[in-house]
């Protein structure tokens, strides 16, 4: 494996909060690098076509204009080394006195990366629902069916339902009408009143980030116009189909159910932090929000516990991509002054109305994180049901295991729960939902294994 | 289904998808080409059932396939994160009935 010189700066993730942290930093005279899996820069939230494709009107909805113009901004930094398709397969912290090491599988091969100040800002994802029958062909993440429509152009059904907790959904399902697609129904799992209670009682109040909100409001209007129905109060039960999806079976509150015909379904349930990198560094986490999620701690500088490693955000907690931003630009700022390039006065200065922003933006992620709340509507999942997608572990084994394993690394060593090449991603909330249910879930997880991605083996030895 | 209502794609190419030459547009992902082909099985699970890919972003690993290199040796990929190339040659791990 070729090494290079080491960077000042290098950042795990070209989303809004790496994008962020690279416009602050540059034009310091520092070697700043960002690694992305992604071939462009946007994150997940602005995944941008094909540099092949010619695009017009592309992601025109108001609320994602700043963070256009803050892509146009990173896309433009001449001294922002950009490291697409390219995955980070583990971080070896303080591999050198004062230099962290990054093991990188890139188009060309793997290799080794040092650098002097590491950025993890890697996102997050959407969080795995077990339900029967959602291993079929045609059954997405809700985010994964947005980024073909958003990302290719492509709708991947011809008659789409999304169903879950998440106001996401509103959005995407017109992102779906709006390339031309068909969706059926966009249900939410809790009662109408539960979505639109909170923010209403909030309404007065003038939110900061609710752009959001505003965003979510004029597509559910939109739906509406184009006769797309939004339900309430049904919780998927099954999805139905033997080689592709053709249905989506619901139960009503009185417990009958209703057979949706479809041939796609979005699931939108939450969503979790990428937190892989953060834990095999040995950062510290805590859990945070209604999901208590994996999340990486940090100093006001956004500086993790191992000196030298900063992090920023959804990796530091789900809060929506304007406090990635602002956690992008206080870890650009943290940076600066740890390499000695700005002094204390000047980075409290230049911080401090950026944490009154942030604040206000941590307070409507809360109130979107109690609106999208999916505790209560979590599928009935029955023995059969897969748990762990990568090995075919069911919800049966995993049950039985539980009656004598007390950790998830127990689990997995007895089920090979977890032990495929998403490296637990798709189950690890399942089982530790399962193990101690939605409000105590406190097993410390599966200790994750390098490489975090997969990676062809003869990468690595050739 | 693929849209033109934003996007304008160049020229067609054409892959080799389980023996069979499969078209696409420069720049997509190797999921889209396959997905838009209606091929859509990865794998057939211990239970034997079909399975699909699921979160389109590098995340779950549900879409592996192997690249074969022109030397034959197989390079497993997430197809999700694959831009298709010209004659670029493909197996899925479904077989080629999915």
Redesign the interface.
Known sequence: MAECAPYDVLIVGGGPAGQAAALRLHGAGLKIGVVD???RPGG?IL?Q??????????MEERSYRPLKRQLGRFEAAPDVEWLG?S?VLGIEPGSAPGVHGLTVATPEGATGIRTRRLLVATGC??M?LPLAGW???????T???Q???K??????G?RIVLVGTHPLQLLVARQVL????RVERVVFVQPRSALLRPFLRRAGGGLVGGNALLAAARAWRDLGAAGTKVAFGLKPVRVAG???VSGLVLARSDGTEEHLECDAVGLCFGFLP?SDLPRMAGLAMERQGRLRAFSARHDEWMESDVAGIFVAGETTGVAGADAACVKGALAGLGMLHSLGRISEPSARKEAAPLRRRLARLLAFADLLDRVADPSGCYPEVDD?T?LC??E?VTYGSVRAALGTCGSANAVKLLTRCGM???QG??CEFSLLRLMHGPSRCEDAGFTVRFPV??V?I?DLTG | MRSSRHFRRPGEVAITVDGRLVHGFPGESLATLLLAAGLDVFRIGAEGKPRGLYCNMGSCSECMVDLVLEDGRRRPMRACLVTIGDAMVVERRAGSDG
């Open positions: 899996e992604q071939p997940q995944r076509p094909p540099a092949t494709f010619v695009a017009a009107d592309w398709g995955s994802y959407d795995p291993t079929l062909p045609g059954l997405f993440t985010g994964g069916l980024a073909f429509v990302s290719q152009g492509f709708v991947p011809q709006q390339a031309g697609g033997e080689q592709h990428q059969q897969i997608r990568c075919d495929g090449p998403c991603r798709n991605r997969p062809p003869g």
